[in-house]
């Protein structure tokens, strides 16, 4: 079983709408949750991260974690065409600085 | 932010050959630097991280005379895949952090296409 889990879709949605991702891990340690956006032949871009459990919301983005059901979730609202990439999570424990990625996810979203 | 420059974007090697690969930090001293490698559909592998001045940490299962890493300066890391082979065709990405930080504070490359032929 990998350690982060992430459904690799692809995920097709119409402009306008929420794209819901997420993610679910094993280890427990984890204690910083990033969400990456990979376009195609692209370095990953970080968009968000939290810290422990919780919401934080940046714009269109809302990042979720959920540490007692070792779940997590982005949401992008008013989906735009130029969303459509490939939406990595990431989770780091505090004791190291060696990121574990899933598996990203790719959304596609049609003007 | 802080930007992280890969060179070269993409390179085409004959099986056999040596390719090098850099990353630098352009506007901040990477203490610390992350090498990736992604195949298609994928996600990113880490390979090893490397710290300014000292030999690389390689991943379980990375060779690490195969990929040599040297970080010999603040803002320079290169990754050479020696006697390269199809099978090392990849994606490959660096990452930049200044060494007291997050990875929430590291930044990527752009990465490198590889293509052995």
């Known amino acids: 079983q990998k350690e982060v889990e992430q459904d690799p879709g692809p995920l097709s949605v119409p402009e306008g709408a929420i794209v819901s991702l997420n993610c679910t891990y094993s280890?427990?340690?984890?204690?910083?949750f990033m969400w990456y956006r990979q376009y195609s032949r692209k370095g990953p871009e970080l968009l968000m991260y939290t810290y422990s459990s919780g919401n934080k919301e940046d714009g269109r983005f809302t990042a979720q974690v959920d540490k007692s059901s070792k779940y997590i979730s982005l949401f992008i609202r008013d989906s735009q065409p130029s969303d459509s990439a490939t939406y990595l999570c990431a989770m780091q424990t505090a004791a190291g600085n060696k990121l574990t990625f899933g598996g990203g996810t790719r959304v596609l979203v049609k003007p | 932010g802080a930007v992280v420059s890969q060179h070269p974007s993409r390179v085409i090697c004959k099986s056999g050959t040596s390719v090098k690969i850099e990353c630098r930090s352009l506007d901040f001293q990477a203490t610390t630097m992350f090498w990736y490698r992604q195949f298609p559909k994928q996600s990113l592998m880490l390979m090893a991280t490397?710290?300014?001045?000292?030999?690389?940490?390689?991943e379980q299962g990375v060779e690490k005379d195969k990929f040599l890493i040297n970080h010999a300066s603040l803002t320079l890391s290169t990754l050479t895949v020696t006697s390269a082979h199809p099978e090392d065709s990849s994606f490959y990405i660096c990452?930049?952090?200044?060494?007291?930080?997050?990875?929430?504070?590291?930044?990527f490359g752009q990465g490198t296409r590889l293509t052995v032929v």
């Open positions: 990452s930049a952090g200044d060494g007291n930080f997050l990875n929430t504070e590291a930044f």
């Open positions: 490397s710290n300014e001045g000292s030999k690389a940490t390689y």
């Open positions: 280890n427990s340690a984890f204690q910083y």
